[in-house]
């Protein structure tokens, strides 16, 4: 079955520590986005991609960074310039004009 | 540029009755509109949208939802709750067009969590 496929579910990161979240999805996307969700905020878009070897900054972008190497592929990583890294992250990806799909996401903690 | 409003972040109701999540939005041209139900430590599932033509829409598990230009908004319904509806429900916008490459963007409410009880 085609879909998104987000890991770890859970990550601790210590700190002064980067940590790298994975994405990847089998449905022939272009489009892929990281979005983090705190309670009571809803879903506010981190990086997006529309095609491989390009991203852009979305409404959070600072103390976080991505890679597009395969158009399967979007890594996130969280580096120890993000002091407030406890939240939930998703995955999505889209195709032309259509919804996105979301992936399970991932749940990071300080230790 | 657009925002979303979702009326109440938390709303109750009792199995078999009339399910109602508000949502307003704000878009400078014509929007895309889609309502998406997040179990918990689950991703987002979309429930329906509105993209052209009819604009009283039918999504899964029984909801439904219906754009009225006029007042800017896309509420979230079901005729009759059960256990299994419970969880948080996100409306979202995004513009129709310009549509520039393969990037939908969407912005979202803030949630509104569904508690149903017996």
């Known amino acids: 079955d085609g879909g998104i496929t987000q890991s770890p579910k859970y990550l601790f990161r210590k700190e002064g520590q980067n940590v790298t979240l994975s994405c990847e999805q089998n449905l022939n996307h272009d489009a892929m986005y990281w979005y983090r969700q705190d309670p009571g905020q809803g879903l506010r878009l981190i990086y997006y991609s529309q095609i491989v070897n390009d991203f852009q900054k979305g409404d959070i972008a600072e103390g976080y960074s991505v890679s597009r190497e395969k158009k399967e592929s979007f890594p996130l990583t969280v580096t120890s310039a993000q002091k407030n890294p406890t939240a939930f992250y998703l995955c999505a990806s889209s195709i032309r004009d259509q919804p996105q799909h979301f992936g399970d996401g991932t749940r990071l903690s300080i230790l | 540029a657009q925002s979303v409003t979702q009326l109440g972040s938390h709303v109750s109701v009792s199995e078999g009755a009339l399910v109602l999540l508000r949502c307003n939005y704000s878009?400078?041209?014509?929007?895309?509109l889609f309502w998406y139900v997040q179990y918990p430590n689950q991703g987002l599932q979309l429930l329906l949208k509105y993209t052209t033509g009819a604009t009283l829409v039918k999504g899964i598990n029984g909801f439904e939802a219906e754009f009225k230009k006029s007042e800017t908004s896309f509420h979230l319904t079901k005729p009759s709750a059960h256990m299994s509806d419970a969880a948080e429900y996100f409306c979202?916008?995004?513009?129709?067009?310009?549509?520039?490459?393969?990037?939908?963007?969407?912005?979202f409410g803030t949630g509104t969590r569904l508690q149903v009880t017996l």
């Open positions: 878009s400078s041209v014509p929007p895309y």
């Open positions: 979202a916008v995004r513009p129709s067009r310009p549509y520039t490459g393969t990037a939908s963007k969407l912005t």
